[in-house]
């Protein structure tokens, strides 16, 4: 069964910290692999896609890793902000269809 | 470039009764996905439009259903209401043209069922 997970669920961090939050998958047939922040109560912002052919990818403070042997990505927050306080989540596509499965997020509290 | 709208925003219903809520691609998307989204299951995929036919289903009732239009808009409807029918429901939408074919999410449609 192919299934996404998170760790940490939460995570509460003071101010300028690096961060690192992990997913896991199982089966390493991806196709690609995405990471979304979410606000409370609204919708979903992308933030990095990676593709089965690639190791990382990088957009300002935020890179996100693959390793598709081991079935897990990381990803890496640089000198966090109160502004990065939402819940980020995972969500891996495994065929050519738009079907995402999501993992259930980890809740990042950053405090000045 | 607008992003994916979805309408409407809220809406409150009664078991029992049905809803339509509606989703608008990204000018030049034809894939449209939906999501329903609840503090219990997480966000669990519904199904996957493109050029007008479903390409796949979730693990969801008959009672869900959806379409899409030739500008690629979609609605999905739920009918016979239940409780556990109250959920954040977002779409999504890609341009399917590459295999990059990142997908944007719109703001949701927050459904209460009483």
């Known amino acids: 069964k192919q299934e996404v997970t998170q760790i940490p669920a939460a995570l509460s961090v003071p101010e300028g910290e690096n961060l690192v939050l992990n997913c896991s998958f199982t089966d390493s047939a991806i196709y690609n692999l995405q990471w979304f922040r979410q606000d409370p109560g609204k919708g979903l912002t992308s933030l990095l896609l990676i593709q089965s052919s690639q190791r990382e990818q990088t957009s300002g403070r935020l890179n996100a890793s693959l390793d598709k042997s081991s079935g897990r990505s990381t990803l890496y927050i640089a000198a966090s902000q109160p502004g990065d306080s939402a819940t980020y989540l995972c969500?891996?596509?495994?065929?050519?269809?738009?079907?995402?499965?999501f993992g259930t997020g980890t809740r990042l509290q950053v405090f000045p | 470039k607008a992003g994916v709208t979805q309408t409407p925003r809220y809406l409150i219903k009664t078991r029992g009764q049905q809803v339509t809520l509606s989703c608008s691609p990204i000018?030049?998307?034809?894939?449209v996905s939906w999501y329903q989204q609840t503090p219990g299951q997480g966000l669990q995929f519904l199904f996957e439009y493109f050029s007008e036919t479903q390409r796949n289903k979730g693990n969801f009732p008959g009672r869900f259903s959806g379409r899409q239009f030739s500008n690629s808009r979609s609605e999905m409807n739920v009918s016979t209401l239940e409780l556990g029918d109250s959920a954040l429901y977002l779409c999504?939408?890609?341009?399917?043209?590459?295999?990059?074919?990142?997908?944007?999410f719109g703001p949701g449609t927050r459904l209460t069922v009483l």
């Open positions: 000018s030049g998307h034809r894939s």
């Open positions: 999504a939408s890609s341009s399917q043209t590459s295999a990059y074919n990142e997908q944007f």
């Open positions: 969500a891996v596509r495994w065929g050519v269809s738009d079907k995402l499965i």
